[in-house]
């Protein structure tokens, strides 16, 4: 299938009146994903959104129930949001990041309903990077420029239009409706030329290097690696795959709320104890943990990397530590 750009504004238009529609808007200088109402306001040519797209269906601050006390007694009501929502525009790494994070929400051991009722009731509309950034590296991380895993439908840009297609059972329900043009032999070959040339760095090796790492926890490495990060956590709130999160309640008088917030691991007070003691009392500990996590442990629990290659963490580092140069330091160690 086919769409001209000049008629995307009235697509989204028209899925406003159905589906709560997020899309990319440019706000404050950056671009963020946003609910839109009209089509016009949705910015598709834009390198990625500066807050990863798992603020959607794991939001960075979020009410999970609230209460009231009177003479009555105590009641509760969770806030659970089941709208149908289209994600309109979301680049591969953070569609892939989406496919990891549900290990996380649903597992053997725990399922996270109110992750888990948002991306049940979410369309999610992939579109491919025909320019990736320097930073990008997700070629490495077993994704792409047009990887389509985690995407619903997936956009191709060939220039005055984008050739659509429909990976999911329910994004093709959804084609369906839109009754889109079918694309021409010239549409489909162009689409497919971009697919098939346009990467991103693929020069990181990350084969074996769980195994590695699993041998590596005392090894000297990690006393140098550290030194120069600030611990501002800019790498963690802006990763698409970090998931850790705090729990607190808010009370007034009668009335309060149980609120999840994004936490992170590069934080001193993440681990600390009420006692006192703090299993990971410095940078080296922290770090440490940053890389093990998603390149070690989530790779023996879940058998997947949990980096995507998007780059945020490199471009947004007040100190420049790249993440890419860390795995080839791991990769040249004896």
Sequence with gaps: MIINKSEIASLLTKLAADYRVMA??????????AVIKNGEEACLDYDNTKKPGKEILFPQSEELFNYTVDAEGVRMQDNVDPEATVV???????????????????????????YLTRRNNTLI???GCNEPAATCFCSSMACGPFSKEGSDIFLTDIGEAYVVEGISEKGKELLAKLGLAEAGAEARAAAAKLQQEVKADGTINIEG????????????????????CLGCAACTYLC???H??????EAKDCNGCRVRNWD????????????????RPNGKARWRQRLMH????FVERYNATACVGCGRCIKNCPVNLDIRQALADIRALD
């Design 24 to 33: 990319p808007v440019k706000k404050n200088g950056l671009v963020e994903f």
């Design 88 to 114: 309109f525009g979301m680049r591969p790494c953070d569609a892939k990041s989406l496919v990891l994070l549900d290990n996380v929400f649903k597992n053997d051991q725990y399922e996270d309903v109110y």
């Design 125 to 127: 509309v992939g579109l």
């Design 209 to 228: 290097l769980s195994d590695k790492l699993g041998g590596m926890f005392e090894h000297p490495f990690w006393d140098r690696l550290h030194e120069k």
């Design 240 to 242: 698409p795959t970090c």
């Design 244 to 249: 850790c999160f705090d729990i607190a309640d």
């Design 264 to 279: 992170a691991c590069m934080f001193p007070l993440f681990t600390l104890h009420g006692s006192g003691h703090n299993p």
């Design 294 to 297: 998603k390149f070690n442990y």
